[in-house]
Protein backbone atom coordinates (compact mmCIF):
# COMPACT_ATOMS: atom_id res chain seq x y z
CA UNK A 1 0.00 0.00 0.00
CA UNK A 2 1.89 3.17 -1.55
CA UNK A 3 -1.05 5.42 -1.48
CA UNK A 4 -4.29 6.49 0.21
CA UNK A 5 -7.74 7.13 -1.45
CA UNK A 6 -9.61 8.60 1.22
CA UNK A 7 -13.33 9.96 0.07
CA UNK A 8 -14.42 12.49 2.44
CA UNK A 9 -17.50 13.66 3.28
CA UNK A 10 -18.03 18.05 2.71
CA UNK A 11 -20.39 20.37 3.28
CA UNK A 12 -20.23 23.91 3.99
CA UNK A 13 -23.97 25.11 4.92
CA UNK A 14 -23.74 28.31 3.07
CA UNK A 15 -22.69 27.28 0.01
CA UNK A 16 -23.84 23.69 -0.30
CA UNK A 17 -27.46 22.60 -0.26
CA UNK A 18 -26.65 19.01 0.99
CA UNK A 19 -22.93 17.13 1.42
CA UNK A 20 -21.07 15.51 -0.76
CA UNK A 21 -18.04 13.30 -1.27
CA UNK A 22 -14.97 14.65 -2.23
CA UNK A 23 -11.76 12.48 -3.05
CA UNK A 24 -8.42 12.89 -1.81
CA UNK A 25 -5.01 10.56 -2.45
CA UNK A 26 -2.48 10.68 -0.32
CA UNK A 27 1.34 8.59 0.29
CA UNK A 28 0.78 5.70 2.66
CA UNK A 29 3.22 5.79 6.14
CA UNK A 30 3.44 3.00 8.34
CA UNK A 31 1.27 3.47 11.49
CA UNK A 32 -1.04 6.47 9.80
CA UNK A 33 -3.89 7.05 11.69
CA UNK A 34 -6.83 8.11 10.19
CA UNK A 35 -6.75 11.48 11.68
CA UNK A 36 -3.19 11.89 10.29
CA UNK A 37 -4.78 11.11 6.80
CA UNK A 38 -6.92 13.76 7.58
CA UNK A 39 -4.13 16.26 9.02
CA UNK A 40 -2.14 15.51 5.90
CA UNK A 41 -5.33 16.34 3.43
CA UNK A 42 -5.42 19.60 5.73
CA UNK A 43 -1.81 21.06 5.54
CA UNK A 44 -0.63 20.12 2.05
CA UNK A 45 -4.05 19.14 -0.13
CA UNK A 46 -7.36 21.40 1.11
CA UNK A 47 -6.90 23.73 3.96
CA UNK A 48 -10.56 24.23 3.76
CA UNK A 49 -11.52 21.02 5.15
CA UNK A 50 -13.02 20.83 8.67
CA UNK A 51 -12.93 18.24 11.71
CA UNK A 52 -12.19 18.34 14.81
CA UNK A 53 -9.31 16.79 17.21
CA UNK A 54 -7.57 17.19 20.05
CA UNK A 55 -5.21 14.92 22.15
CA UNK A 56 -5.04 12.73 19.40
CA UNK A 57 -4.88 9.76 21.61
CA UNK A 58 -8.18 8.55 21.93
CA UNK A 59 -8.71 10.89 25.38
CA UNK A 60 -10.64 13.51 24.29
CA UNK A 61 -13.02 12.02 22.30
CA UNK A 62 -13.34 15.15 19.30
CA UNK A 63 -12.56 13.06 16.25
CA UNK A 64 -15.30 10.96 16.13
CA UNK A 65 -16.34 10.11 12.81
CA UNK A 66 -18.08 7.61 10.72
CA UNK A 67 -15.04 5.22 9.52
CA UNK A 68 -16.06 3.14 6.07
CA UNK A 69 -19.43 3.22 7.90
CA UNK A 70 -18.39 2.58 11.52
CA UNK A 71 -18.21 5.50 13.96
CA UNK A 72 -14.82 5.60 15.27
CA UNK A 73 -12.64 7.71 16.99
CA UNK A 74 -9.96 8.75 13.57
CA UNK A 75 -7.19 9.21 16.19
CA UNK A 76 -7.65 5.33 17.25
CA UNK A 77 -7.70 4.13 13.86
CA UNK A 78 -4.68 2.49 12.35
CA UNK A 79 -5.11 2.67 8.43
CA UNK A 80 -3.33 -0.27 8.57
CA UNK A 81 -6.39 -2.11 10.63
CA UNK A 82 -8.75 -1.08 7.94
CA UNK A 83 -7.02 -3.16 5.82
CA UNK A 84 -8.22 -0.89 2.71
CA UNK A 85 -6.27 1.27 0.66
CA UNK A 86 -9.79 3.33 0.51
CA UNK A 87 -11.43 4.96 3.03
CA UNK A 88 -14.37 6.78 3.47
CA UNK A 89 -14.97 9.16 6.07
CA UNK A 90 -18.18 10.66 7.13
CA UNK A 91 -19.32 12.99 10.18
CA UNK A 92 -21.15 11.08 12.99
CA UNK A 93 -25.07 10.20 11.85
CA UNK A 94 -27.82 11.03 14.13
CA UNK A 95 -26.14 14.49 14.56
CA UNK A 96 -26.60 17.62 12.35
CA UNK A 97 -23.73 18.86 10.64
CA UNK A 98 -22.13 22.12 11.13
CA UNK A 99 -19.22 21.51 8.93
CA UNK A 100 -17.56 18.81 6.67
CA UNK A 101 -16.94 16.30 9.11
CA UNK A 102 -18.04 18.37 12.16
CA UNK A 103 -20.88 17.14 14.19
CA UNK A 104 -23.36 19.24 16.11
CA UNK A 105 -23.19 17.69 19.36
CA UNK A 106 -25.11 19.86 21.96
CA UNK A 107 -28.02 17.67 21.88
CA UNK A 108 -25.70 15.06 23.39
CA UNK A 109 -24.51 17.45 26.27
CA UNK A 110 -28.37 18.60 26.39
CA UNK A 111 -29.73 14.87 27.05
CA UNK A 112 -26.44 14.24 28.84
CA UNK A 113 -26.97 17.09 31.27
CA UNK A 114 -30.92 16.30 31.79
CA UNK A 115 -29.89 12.86 33.79
CA UNK A 116 -27.43 14.60 36.38
CA UNK A 117 -24.37 13.97 35.90
CA UNK A 118 -22.46 14.42 38.95
CA UNK A 119 -23.06 13.34 42.25
CA UNK A 120 -26.41 15.10 44.87
CA UNK A 121 -25.04 14.53 48.56
CA UNK A 122 -28.09 12.95 50.34
CA UNK A 123 -25.87 14.81 53.45
CA UNK A 124 -25.93 18.57 52.02
CA UNK A 125 -24.01 19.87 55.13
CA UNK A 126 -21.80 17.07 55.01
CA UNK A 127 -21.13 18.31 51.53
CA UNK A 128 -20.79 21.72 52.03
CA UNK A 129 -18.56 21.46 54.67
CA UNK A 130 -17.00 18.22 54.96
CA UNK A 131 -15.31 16.65 57.79
CA UNK A 132 -13.05 14.39 56.30
CA UNK A 133 -13.12 11.78 52.79
CA UNK A 134 -15.82 10.06 51.76
CA UNK A 135 -14.27 6.16 52.32
CA UNK A 136 -15.59 3.98 48.71
CA UNK A 137 -14.42 0.19 49.13
CA UNK A 138 -12.49 -1.46 45.94
CA UNK A 139 -15.80 -3.42 45.43
CA UNK A 140 -18.26 -0.29 45.72
CA UNK A 141 -15.96 1.43 43.31
CA UNK A 142 -16.20 -1.41 40.55
CA UNK A 143 -19.69 -1.08 40.48
CA UNK A 144 -19.92 1.94 38.36
CA UNK A 145 -15.62 2.33 37.08
CA UNK A 146 -16.04 1.03 34.04
CA UNK A 147 -19.11 3.63 33.23
CA UNK A 148 -16.55 6.32 34.59
CA UNK A 149 -14.18 6.06 31.41
CA UNK A 150 -16.74 7.80 29.06
CA UNK A 151 -15.19 11.04 27.22
CA UNK A 152 -18.35 12.08 25.69
CA UNK A 153 -17.23 11.64 21.83
CA UNK A 154 -21.01 10.55 20.84
CA UNK A 155 -19.48 7.36 18.77
CA UNK A 156 -22.57 5.20 21.10
CA UNK A 157 -25.53 7.99 19.99
CA UNK A 158 -24.23 7.54 16.37
CA UNK A 159 -24.41 3.75 16.30
CA UNK A 160 -27.60 3.51 18.36
CA UNK A 161 -30.40 2.64 16.00
CA UNK A 162 -33.12 3.27 18.37
CA UNK A 163 -31.51 7.11 18.52
CA UNK A 164 -31.45 6.78 14.75
CA UNK A 165 -35.50 6.58 14.85
CA UNK A 166 -35.96 8.54 17.74
CA UNK A 167 -34.65 12.27 17.63
CA UNK A 168 -36.51 12.53 21.64
CA UNK A 169 -34.86 9.07 22.89
CA UNK A 170 -32.34 9.23 25.60
CA UNK A 171 -29.48 7.56 23.81
CA UNK A 172 -27.19 5.47 25.28
CA UNK A 173 -24.37 8.23 26.64
CA UNK A 174 -26.81 9.78 28.95
CA UNK A 175 -28.56 6.62 29.97
CA UNK A 176 -25.33 5.13 30.98
CA UNK A 177 -23.97 8.33 33.06
CA UNK A 178 -27.56 8.17 34.61
CA UNK A 179 -26.57 4.04 35.72
CA UNK A 180 -22.87 5.56 36.54
CA UNK A 181 -23.93 8.20 39.10
CA UNK A 182 -26.81 6.24 40.48
CA UNK A 183 -24.34 3.21 41.10
CA UNK A 184 -21.82 5.65 42.83
CA UNK A 185 -22.37 4.99 46.85
CA UNK A 186 -21.64 8.62 47.70
CA UNK A 187 -24.86 9.58 45.77
CA UNK A 188 -28.51 10.05 46.47
CA UNK A 189 -29.95 11.88 43.94
CA UNK A 190 -30.66 8.21 42.08
CA UNK A 191 -34.61 8.52 42.56
CA UNK A 192 -34.05 12.00 40.14
CA UNK A 193 -32.18 10.12 37.21
CA UNK A 194 -35.01 7.04 37.54
CA UNK A 195 -37.74 9.62 36.85
CA UNK A 196 -36.12 11.55 33.97
CA UNK A 197 -34.66 7.83 32.36
CA UNK A 198 -38.43 6.41 33.08
CA UNK A 199 -40.64 8.36 30.54
CA UNK A 200 -42.24 7.50 27.14
CA UNK A 201 -38.67 8.16 24.99
CA UNK A 202 -36.40 6.67 27.92
CA UNK A 203 -34.51 3.47 29.04
CA UNK A 204 -37.58 1.09 27.54
CA UNK A 205 -37.04 1.96 24.39
CA UNK A 206 -34.01 0.03 24.14
CA UNK A 207 -33.93 -2.67 22.25
CA UNK A 208 -30.70 -3.95 23.23
CA UNK A 209 -28.87 -4.17 19.94
CA UNK A 210 -25.81 -3.57 21.42
CA UNK A 211 -24.28 -1.11 18.65
CA UNK A 212 -23.43 1.47 21.67
CA UNK A 213 -21.08 -1.06 23.02
CA UNK A 214 -19.44 -2.36 19.78
CA UNK A 215 -18.86 1.50 18.85
CA UNK A 216 -17.27 2.77 22.07
CA UNK A 217 -13.69 3.61 22.07
CA UNK A 218 -13.17 3.14 25.69
CA UNK A 219 -14.94 -0.08 26.52
CA UNK A 220 -17.70 1.38 28.51
CA UNK A 221 -20.59 -0.83 27.56
CA UNK A 222 -23.38 1.46 28.09
CA UNK A 223 -25.65 -1.10 26.85
CA UNK A 224 -24.90 -3.03 30.05
CA UNK A 225 -25.53 0.01 32.16
CA UNK A 226 -29.00 0.29 30.27
CA UNK A 227 -29.59 -3.25 31.59
CA UNK A 228 -28.13 -2.10 35.15
CA UNK A 229 -30.42 0.54 34.76
CA UNK A 230 -33.66 -0.74 33.89
CA UNK A 231 -32.68 -3.56 36.60
CA UNK A 232 -32.35 -0.78 38.88
CA UNK A 233 -35.46 1.25 38.69
CA UNK A 234 -37.79 -2.05 38.33
CA UNK A 235 -36.25 -2.99 41.71
CA UNK A 236 -36.99 0.44 43.15
CA UNK A 237 -40.61 0.67 41.96
CA UNK A 238 -41.25 -3.23 43.62
CA UNK A 239 -39.34 -1.68 46.33
CA UNK A 240 -36.76 -4.39 46.43
CA UNK A 241 -33.90 -2.04 45.94
CA UNK A 242 -31.62 -2.40 49.16
CA UNK A 243 -31.74 0.62 51.11
CA UNK A 244 -28.33 2.34 50.47
CA UNK A 245 -26.64 2.71 53.80
CA UNK A 246 -25.06 6.41 53.79
CA UNK A 247 -21.18 6.87 52.81
CA UNK A 248 -19.05 6.57 55.64
CA UNK A 249 -16.60 9.23 56.24
CA UNK A 250 -13.23 8.57 57.27
CA UNK A 251 -12.21 8.37 60.55
CA UNK A 252 -10.45 11.98 61.78
CA UNK A 253 -6.34 11.47 61.58
CA UNK A 254 -4.72 10.47 65.14
CA UNK A 255 -2.66 13.30 65.63
CA UNK A 256 0.71 13.77 64.18
CA UNK A 257 3.78 11.71 66.52
CA UNK A 258 6.90 13.67 67.24
CA UNK A 259 9.67 13.38 65.04
CA UNK A 260 12.32 11.21 65.86
CA UNK A 261 15.47 13.13 67.35
CA UNK A 262 18.59 12.83 64.45
CA UNK A 263 21.24 11.23 65.93
CA UNK A 264 24.10 12.82 66.12
CA UNK A 265 27.31 11.86 63.18
CA UNK A 266 29.92 9.52 65.08
CA UNK A 267 32.54 11.07 62.90
CA UNK A 268 32.68 14.82 63.64
CA UNK A 269 33.95 16.86 60.36
CA UNK A 270 36.70 19.44 61.61
CA UNK A 271 35.76 22.43 61.44
CA UNK A 272 31.63 21.44 61.64
CA UNK A 273 29.99 22.62 64.67
CA UNK A 274 29.42 20.83 67.66
CA UNK B 1 -48.73 5.60 35.10
CA UNK B 2 -45.22 5.34 35.05
CA UNK B 3 -43.24 3.51 32.15
CA UNK B 4 -41.78 1.22 34.51
CA UNK B 5 -45.17 0.31 35.66
CA UNK B 6 -46.14 -0.69 32.37
CA UNK B 7 -43.36 -2.49 31.53
CA UNK B 8 -43.78 -4.33 35.20
CA UNK B 9 -47.28 -5.50 33.46
CA UNK B 10 -45.89 -6.00 29.96
CA UNK B 11 -43.24 -8.86 31.90
CA UNK B 12 -46.32 -10.19 33.98
CA UNK B 13 -48.28 -10.55 30.86
CA UNK B 14 -45.10 -12.04 29.12
CA UNK B 15 -45.10 -14.79 31.68
CA UNK B 16 -48.42 -15.85 32.28
CA UNK B 17 -48.93 -16.10 28.57
CA UNK B 18 -46.06 -18.65 28.56
CA UNK B 19 -47.75 -20.67 31.17
CA UNK B 20 -51.27 -20.44 29.86
CA UNK B 21 -50.48 -20.92 25.94
CA UNK B 22 -48.28 -23.79 26.89
CA UNK B 23 -51.40 -25.14 29.79
CA UNK B 24 -53.50 -24.48 26.27
CA UNK B 25 -50.60 -26.53 24.01
CA UNK B 26 -50.40 -29.67 26.79
CA UNK B 27 -54.35 -30.21 26.87
CA UNK B 28 -55.30 -29.59 23.51
CA UNK B 29 -53.08 -30.62 21.13
CA UNK B 30 -50.05 -33.18 23.16
CA UNK B 31 -52.58 -34.95 25.92
CA UNK B 32 -54.22 -38.10 24.91
CA UNK B 33 -58.21 -38.55 24.05
CA UNK B 34 -59.86 -36.34 21.90
CA UNK B 35 -59.87 -32.47 23.41
CA UNK B 36 -61.02 -31.45 20.18
CA UNK B 37 -63.91 -33.63 20.52
CA UNK B 38 -67.35 -31.34 20.92
CA UNK B 39 -67.84 -33.23 24.47
CA UNK B 40 -64.36 -32.07 25.97
CA UNK B 41 -64.82 -28.65 23.87
CA UNK B 42 -68.17 -28.25 25.72
CA UNK B 43 -66.78 -29.41 29.24
CA UNK B 44 -64.18 -27.36 29.38
CA UNK B 45 -66.54 -24.46 27.76
CA UNK B 46 -68.43 -24.69 31.59
CA UNK B 47 -65.62 -24.99 33.94
CA UNK B 48 -64.93 -22.55 35.94
CA UNK B 49 -61.51 -22.50 35.54
CA UNK B 50 -61.14 -22.98 32.28
CA UNK B 51 -63.14 -19.80 32.04
CA UNK B 52 -60.91 -17.86 34.21
CA UNK B 53 -57.95 -19.11 31.94
CA UNK B 54 -59.40 -18.44 28.77
CA UNK B 55 -60.08 -14.63 30.21
CA UNK B 56 -56.28 -14.66 31.71
CA UNK B 57 -55.39 -15.31 28.64
CA UNK B 58 -57.16 -13.00 26.34
CA UNK B 59 -56.30 -10.31 28.94
CA UNK B 60 -52.69 -11.06 28.86
CA UNK B 61 -52.30 -11.42 25.05
CA UNK B 62 -54.68 -8.07 24.39
CA UNK B 63 -52.49 -6.12 27.03
CA UNK B 64 -49.30 -7.74 26.13
CA UNK B 65 -50.05 -6.90 22.23
CA UNK B 66 -51.31 -3.36 22.41
CA UNK B 67 -48.36 -2.44 24.76
CA UNK B 68 -45.97 -3.66 22.44
CA UNK B 69 -47.73 -1.68 19.05
CA UNK B 70 -47.87 1.31 21.52
CA UNK B 71 -43.39 0.53 22.09
CA UNK B 72 -43.64 0.47 17.86
CA UNK B 73 -45.43 3.90 17.33
CA UNK B 74 -43.54 5.67 20.42
CA UNK B 75 -40.55 5.06 18.46
CA UNK B 76 -42.17 7.43 15.25
CA UNK B 77 -40.87 11.06 17.26
CA UNK B 78 -44.60 11.84 17.29
CA UNK B 79 -45.39 14.99 19.48
CA UNK B 80 -46.57 14.93 23.23
CA UNK B 81 -50.02 15.54 22.20
CA UNK B 82 -50.24 12.81 19.46
CA UNK B 83 -48.79 10.35 22.07
CA UNK B 84 -51.66 11.67 24.31
CA UNK B 85 -54.37 10.37 21.49
CA UNK B 86 -52.49 7.51 20.92
CA UNK B 87 -52.54 6.13 24.01
CA UNK B 88 -56.07 6.54 24.66
CA UNK B 89 -56.67 4.75 21.19
CA UNK B 90 -54.65 2.21 22.07
CA UNK B 91 -56.72 1.48 25.53
CA UNK B 92 -59.91 1.74 23.84
CA UNK B 93 -59.08 -0.40 21.27
CA UNK B 94 -57.58 -2.80 23.86
CA UNK B 95 -60.36 -2.62 26.11
CA UNK B 96 -63.17 -2.57 23.30
CA UNK B 97 -61.34 -5.96 21.80
CA UNK B 98 -61.29 -7.75 25.12
CA UNK B 99 -65.12 -6.69 26.16
CA UNK B 100 -66.22 -8.24 22.48
CA UNK B 101 -63.78 -11.28 22.84
CA UNK B 102 -64.65 -12.20 26.83
CA UNK B 103 -68.10 -11.83 25.88
CA UNK B 104 -67.64 -15.66 23.55
CA UNK B 105 -66.67 -17.87 27.03
CA UNK B 106 -69.03 -16.07 29.86
CA UNK B 107 -72.02 -17.00 27.20
CA UNK B 108 -70.91 -21.02 26.56
CA UNK B 109 -70.22 -21.09 30.25
Known amino acids: MEKLTFKVQRYDPDKDKKPYTQVFTIPFKHGMTVLDGLIYIKENVDNTLSFRSSCRMGICGSCGMLINNLPMLACHTPIEELKKDTITVRSLPNFPIVRDLVADLSLLFEKHKSVKPYIIAPDMAEAEKPTAEFLQSQLQLEEFVQFAYCVKCGLCMAACPTVATDKHFLGPQPLAQACRYSADRRDGGAKQRFQQADTPHGIWLCHLAGACSEACPKGVDPALAIQLLKRAIISDDLRLLKKRVPPSVAQPQAEKKPKVAVPEFTIKRPGAKS | ?109
Open chain 2, 1 to 109: MRESHLKILQYITATGIFFLVGLHLIVSHLSSGEPTDWTSVAQRATSAGWLAAYILILLFGIYHGMHGIRGLILELSLPNRAVKIMNWTILFIGIAVFGYAVYIPIQAF
